[in-house]
Protein backbone atom coordinates (compact mmCIF):
# COMPACT_ATOMS: atom_id res chain seq x y z
CA UNK A 1 0.00 0.00 0.00
CA UNK A 2 2.86 2.46 0.77
CA UNK A 3 4.50 1.45 -2.82
CA UNK A 4 1.02 3.10 -4.10
CA UNK A 5 1.19 6.08 -2.08
CA UNK A 6 4.97 6.50 -2.91
CA UNK A 7 3.89 6.34 -6.65
CA UNK A 8 0.95 8.85 -6.58
CA UNK A 9 3.46 11.34 -4.34
CA UNK A 10 5.92 10.98 -7.46
CA UNK A 11 3.36 11.87 -10.01
CA UNK A 12 1.92 14.34 -8.41
CA UNK A 13 5.24 16.48 -7.93
CA UNK A 14 5.79 15.43 -11.39
CA UNK A 15 2.55 16.74 -12.59
CA UNK A 16 3.61 19.91 -10.41
CA UNK A 17 6.96 20.43 -11.57
CA UNK A 18 5.67 20.04 -15.31
CA UNK A 19 3.27 22.47 -14.69
CA UNK A 20 5.78 25.05 -13.59
CA UNK A 21 7.65 24.82 -16.61
CA UNK A 22 5.14 24.97 -19.00
CA UNK A 23 3.90 28.16 -17.17
CA UNK A 24 7.47 29.81 -17.10
CA UNK A 25 9.15 28.95 -19.91
CA UNK A 26 6.93 31.06 -22.58
CA UNK A 27 7.47 33.91 -20.65
CA UNK A 28 11.04 33.32 -20.67
CA UNK A 29 11.36 33.78 -23.97
CA UNK A 30 8.83 36.79 -24.01
CA UNK A 31 11.45 38.11 -21.38
CA UNK A 32 13.36 39.21 -23.91
CA UNK A 33 11.25 41.81 -24.69
CA UNK A 34 11.67 43.78 -21.61
CA UNK A 35 15.33 43.00 -22.11
CA UNK A 36 15.52 44.83 -25.42
CA UNK A 37 13.42 47.58 -24.82
CA UNK A 38 15.96 48.16 -21.89
CA UNK A 39 18.95 47.82 -22.87
CA UNK A 40 18.47 49.34 -26.02
CA UNK A 41 17.14 52.57 -23.96
CA UNK A 42 20.83 52.15 -22.42
CA UNK A 43 22.42 52.29 -25.52
CA UNK A 44 20.55 55.07 -26.67
CA UNK A 45 20.84 57.50 -23.42
CA UNK A 46 23.46 60.68 -24.13
CA UNK A 47 23.45 59.84 -28.56
CA UNK A 48 22.67 62.84 -30.39
CA UNK A 49 20.40 62.75 -32.98
CA UNK A 50 20.35 65.00 -36.19
CA UNK A 51 19.79 64.68 -40.30
CA UNK A 52 19.26 60.98 -41.34
CA UNK A 53 19.24 60.02 -37.49
CA UNK A 54 16.39 61.82 -36.76
CA UNK A 55 14.63 61.07 -40.09
CA UNK A 56 15.23 57.41 -39.34
CA UNK A 57 13.37 58.08 -35.77
CA UNK A 58 10.33 59.44 -37.62
CA UNK A 59 10.28 57.08 -39.84
CA UNK A 60 10.79 54.15 -37.17
CA UNK A 61 7.95 55.51 -35.06
CA UNK A 62 5.95 55.59 -37.99
CA UNK A 63 6.50 51.89 -38.50
CA UNK A 64 5.66 51.31 -35.30
CA UNK A 65 2.68 53.08 -35.42
CA UNK A 66 1.08 50.68 -37.74
CA UNK A 67 2.28 48.22 -36.16
CA UNK A 68 0.22 49.26 -33.13
CA UNK A 69 -3.12 49.40 -35.42
CA UNK A 70 -2.52 46.24 -36.99
CA UNK A 71 -1.25 47.72 -40.17
CA UNK A 72 1.90 44.70 -40.98
CA UNK A 73 2.27 45.39 -44.60
CA UNK A 74 2.58 49.05 -43.94
CA UNK A 75 4.90 48.40 -40.88
CA UNK A 76 6.49 46.11 -42.93
CA UNK A 77 7.09 48.65 -45.68
CA UNK A 78 8.25 51.82 -43.68
CA UNK A 79 11.13 48.90 -41.70
CA UNK A 80 12.39 47.58 -44.83
CA UNK A 81 13.47 51.10 -46.03
CA UNK A 82 15.12 52.13 -43.09
CA UNK A 83 16.84 48.70 -43.10
CA UNK A 84 18.17 49.45 -46.44
CA UNK A 85 19.46 53.01 -45.90
CA UNK A 86 19.33 53.85 -42.48
CA UNK A 87 22.38 54.51 -39.78
CA UNK A 88 23.39 50.93 -38.53
CA UNK A 89 21.85 51.08 -35.15
CA UNK A 90 18.38 51.80 -37.05
CA UNK A 91 19.06 49.36 -40.10
CA UNK A 92 19.23 47.11 -37.07
CA UNK A 93 16.24 47.67 -35.17
CA UNK A 94 14.28 48.16 -38.23
CA UNK A 95 15.30 44.36 -39.69
CA UNK A 96 14.35 42.93 -36.00
CA UNK A 97 10.82 44.37 -36.38
CA UNK A 98 10.57 42.94 -40.07
CA UNK A 99 11.12 40.04 -38.18
CA UNK A 100 8.45 40.51 -35.95
CA UNK A 101 6.28 40.80 -39.00
CA UNK A 102 7.16 37.67 -40.19
CA UNK A 103 6.27 36.21 -36.61
CA UNK A 104 2.99 37.42 -36.45
CA UNK A 105 2.23 35.72 -39.89
CA UNK A 106 3.86 32.66 -38.82
CA UNK A 107 6.77 32.35 -41.09
CA UNK A 108 9.40 31.86 -38.76
CA UNK A 109 12.49 30.79 -40.96
CA UNK A 110 11.71 34.38 -42.71
CA UNK A 111 11.84 36.04 -39.22
CA UNK A 112 14.72 34.11 -38.13
CA UNK A 113 16.79 34.95 -41.06
CA UNK A 114 16.07 38.96 -41.29
CA UNK A 115 17.21 38.55 -37.33
CA UNK A 116 20.55 37.16 -38.59
CA UNK A 117 20.99 39.55 -41.33
CA UNK A 118 20.05 42.53 -38.09
CA UNK A 119 22.80 40.20 -35.70
CA UNK A 120 25.48 41.02 -38.55
CA UNK A 121 25.03 44.35 -38.98
CA UNK A 122 24.36 45.53 -35.80
CA UNK A 123 26.66 47.96 -34.20
CA UNK A 124 27.40 46.33 -30.90
CA UNK A 125 26.19 42.65 -28.96
CA UNK A 126 23.49 44.44 -26.94
CA UNK A 127 21.27 44.74 -30.19
CA UNK A 128 23.35 41.72 -32.00
CA UNK A 129 23.13 39.24 -29.21
CA UNK A 130 19.07 39.77 -28.80
CA UNK A 131 18.99 39.32 -32.42
CA UNK A 132 20.83 35.90 -32.40
CA UNK A 133 19.07 34.70 -29.18
CA UNK A 134 15.60 35.31 -30.85
CA UNK A 135 16.55 33.46 -33.79
CA UNK A 136 17.29 30.65 -32.28
CA UNK A 137 14.66 30.58 -30.20
CA UNK A 138 12.39 30.91 -33.03
CA UNK A 139 13.91 27.70 -34.96
CA UNK A 140 13.83 25.87 -31.90
CA UNK A 141 10.80 23.61 -32.23
CA UNK A 142 11.90 23.07 -36.18
CA UNK A 143 14.93 22.65 -36.67
CA UNK A 144 18.02 20.39 -35.25
CA UNK A 145 19.70 20.17 -32.22
CA UNK A 146 23.45 20.39 -33.40
CA UNK A 147 21.97 23.89 -35.49
CA UNK A 148 20.21 25.63 -32.38
CA UNK A 149 23.44 24.69 -29.84
CA UNK A 150 25.92 25.68 -33.09
CA UNK A 151 23.38 29.20 -32.57
CA UNK A 152 23.25 29.32 -28.57
CA UNK A 153 26.75 28.39 -27.81
CA UNK A 154 28.34 31.62 -28.00
CA UNK A 155 26.25 33.62 -26.67
CA UNK A 156 27.14 31.40 -23.57
CA UNK A 157 30.17 33.02 -22.50
CA UNK A 158 29.68 35.06 -19.31
CA UNK A 159 31.07 38.33 -21.24
CA UNK A 160 27.86 38.34 -23.70
CA UNK A 161 24.62 40.39 -22.30
CA UNK A 162 22.31 37.71 -22.37
CA UNK A 163 24.52 34.71 -21.17
CA UNK A 164 21.72 33.06 -18.73
CA UNK A 165 19.29 33.67 -20.99
CA UNK A 166 21.23 31.80 -23.98
CA UNK A 167 22.15 29.13 -21.10
CA UNK A 168 18.31 28.52 -20.04
CA UNK A 169 17.73 28.89 -24.17
CA UNK A 170 20.19 25.56 -24.60
CA UNK A 171 18.79 23.84 -21.60
CA UNK A 172 15.36 23.67 -22.78
CA UNK A 173 16.73 22.66 -26.15
CA UNK A 174 18.22 19.64 -25.21
CA UNK A 175 15.46 19.04 -22.84
CA UNK A 176 12.62 19.18 -25.81
CA UNK A 177 15.42 16.77 -27.83
CA UNK A 178 14.76 13.90 -25.15
CA UNK A 179 18.22 14.44 -24.07
CA UNK A 180 18.11 15.68 -20.26
CA UNK A 181 20.78 14.72 -19.00
CA UNK A 182 23.26 17.04 -21.05
CA UNK A 183 20.77 19.74 -20.06
CA UNK A 184 21.79 19.48 -15.76
CA UNK A 185 24.78 21.22 -16.55
CA UNK A 186 23.03 24.58 -17.33
CA UNK A 187 20.03 24.05 -15.54
CA UNK A 188 22.25 23.61 -12.14
CA UNK A 189 24.11 26.71 -13.27
CA UNK A 190 20.83 28.70 -13.50
CA UNK A 191 19.52 27.16 -10.25
CA UNK A 192 22.47 28.52 -8.14
CA UNK A 193 23.36 31.67 -10.12
CA UNK A 194 22.67 35.33 -8.40
CA UNK A 195 22.14 37.22 -10.97
CA UNK A 196 18.85 35.67 -12.84
CA UNK A 197 15.26 36.42 -11.38
CA UNK A 198 13.14 34.09 -8.91
CA UNK A 199 11.22 32.75 -12.04
CA UNK A 200 14.40 31.44 -13.94
CA UNK A 201 15.76 30.15 -10.80
CA UNK A 202 12.73 28.11 -10.56
CA UNK A 203 12.08 26.95 -13.89
CA UNK A 204 15.63 25.37 -13.58
CA UNK A 205 15.27 23.82 -10.39
CA UNK A 206 11.94 22.24 -11.47
CA UNK A 207 13.37 20.83 -14.25
CA UNK A 208 16.32 19.80 -12.53
CA UNK A 209 14.40 17.98 -9.84
CA UNK A 210 12.13 16.28 -12.54
CA UNK A 211 15.51 14.96 -14.05
CA UNK A 212 16.77 14.06 -10.93
CA UNK A 213 13.76 11.93 -9.79
CA UNK A 214 13.35 10.09 -13.06
CA UNK A 215 9.84 11.93 -14.36
CA UNK A 216 11.65 13.37 -17.29
CA UNK A 217 9.45 11.77 -19.87
CA UNK A 218 7.42 14.82 -19.48
CA UNK A 219 10.10 17.78 -19.88
CA UNK A 220 9.77 17.48 -23.86
CA UNK A 221 6.29 18.33 -24.47
CA UNK A 222 6.75 20.66 -21.51
CA UNK A 223 10.30 22.61 -23.02
CA UNK A 224 8.07 23.26 -26.15
CA UNK A 225 7.43 27.07 -26.06
CA UNK A 226 5.79 29.69 -28.51
CA UNK A 227 8.28 32.19 -29.20
CA UNK A 228 6.80 36.03 -28.65
CA UNK A 229 7.02 38.62 -31.00
CA UNK A 230 9.78 40.94 -30.93
CA UNK A 231 8.48 44.28 -29.33
CA UNK A 232 7.48 46.92 -29.38
CA UNK A 233 3.90 47.62 -30.40
CA UNK A 234 3.95 50.79 -28.30
CA UNK A 235 6.06 53.85 -29.71
CA UNK A 236 9.46 54.07 -28.49
CA UNK A 237 10.56 55.93 -25.73
CA UNK A 238 12.60 58.91 -25.72
CA UNK A 239 15.89 57.16 -25.32
CA UNK A 240 14.80 54.80 -27.87
CA UNK A 241 14.16 57.90 -30.62
CA UNK A 242 18.48 58.16 -30.03
CA UNK A 243 19.40 54.65 -30.90
CA UNK A 244 20.16 55.34 -34.53
CA UNK A 245 23.65 57.28 -34.38
CA UNK A 246 25.46 54.36 -33.80
CA UNK A 247 27.14 53.25 -37.26
Not at 45 to 72: C, N, P, R
Not at 83 to 90: N, R
Not at 212 to 235: D, E, F, V
Amino acid sequence: MADVFDEVEEQLRAARYTAIVQKGWPYAVGGLVLVLLVTVGVWGYGEHSKGEQAKASLIYDQGLQSLTTGDLDGADAKFAGLAASAPAGYRTLALMQQANVRVQKNKLDEAARLLDQAAKIAPDNILGDAARLKAAQLLMNTHSLAEIQGRLTPLIDDKRPYHLMAREARAMALLQAGRPQEALSDLSVLSLAQDVSQETRQRAEAARILIQSGSAAALPAAAKATAAPIPPAAPPSPFLANAGAAQ
